[in-house]
């Protein structure tokens, strides 16, 4: 069983999210998050902490390592893996994916017990985020990383994304311009129509940059 590896990433793997990771002589070949694949530079040391499974993404009944850059991705990654229903290794790293995303409201609404936030903001089902909080809550590591900073406020935030769909824009890519909207425009709850409506017009610059990229 193997805690972690650390060496020289000499290889990668796009369709696989794979890094080849050089240590003595020898090559150990990890899987990774979407995320954390394209932060790795090839070329450089990386120390990833690794999780040993049998019967892996790419190989039949051979045991598949899978890598982390830090020990609360790889608690995270267990927790989807272990406590969500239908939940395999593929389906675990694109949920670490989703959180990675926005880490820290993740964090913030697991120590809360945000249900609201994790079913809107990330979408889980709401027996899936009860399974998350629960196992993730006794994490001690993780808890204490939640940050005290001002939340997003979720009802502004669906109220936002339900504007821009309504107007004819893509649900994910209006989660994904309002949420940048809100982390540099905070707001309270009840907010004026007047901001509201300068916050619809904010939403829809970033929309129209992220189409454009």
């Known amino acids: 069983m193997y805690s972690f590896i650390k060496g020289k990433v000499v290889e990668k793997i796009d369709d696989k999210n794979l890094c080849v990771v050089e240590v003595n002589g020898l090559g150990y070949e990890i899987v990774v998050s979407n995320t954390t694949f394209n932060k790795i530079v090839l070329g450089e040391e990386k120390k990833f902490y690794v999780v040993e499974i049998s019967g892996g993404l790419y190989s039949n009944n051979v045991p598949t390592l899978y890598g982390f850059l830090s020990t609360e991705e790889k608690e995270i990654f267990l927790s989807f893996k272990n406590n969500l229903t239908n939940v395999g290794p593929k389906k675990a790293l694109e949920y670490l994916d989703k959180v990675e995303k926005n880490i820290s409201e993740f964090r913030r609404a697991v120590k809360e017990k945000n249900y609201k936030v994790l079913t809107s903001l990330f979408n889980f089902r709401h027996s ?46 209006a989660k994904i311009a309002v949420e940048k909207v809100l982390k540099t425009n905070p707001v309270e709850k009840n907010i004026s129509s007047e901001k509201m409506s300068e916050l619809i017009k904010l939403a829809i610059k970033e929309v129209s940059i992220i189409e454009n990229k």
Do not use: C, R
């Open 128 to 173: 899936s985020a009860v399974k998350i909080v629960d196992s993730l809550n006794s994490v001690k590591t993780f808890i204490e990383t939640a940050t005290s900073s001002p939340s997003l406020d979720i009802d502004v935030y669906s109220d936002l994304v339900d504007a821009l769909v309504n107007l004819g824009y893509k649900e994910q890519v």
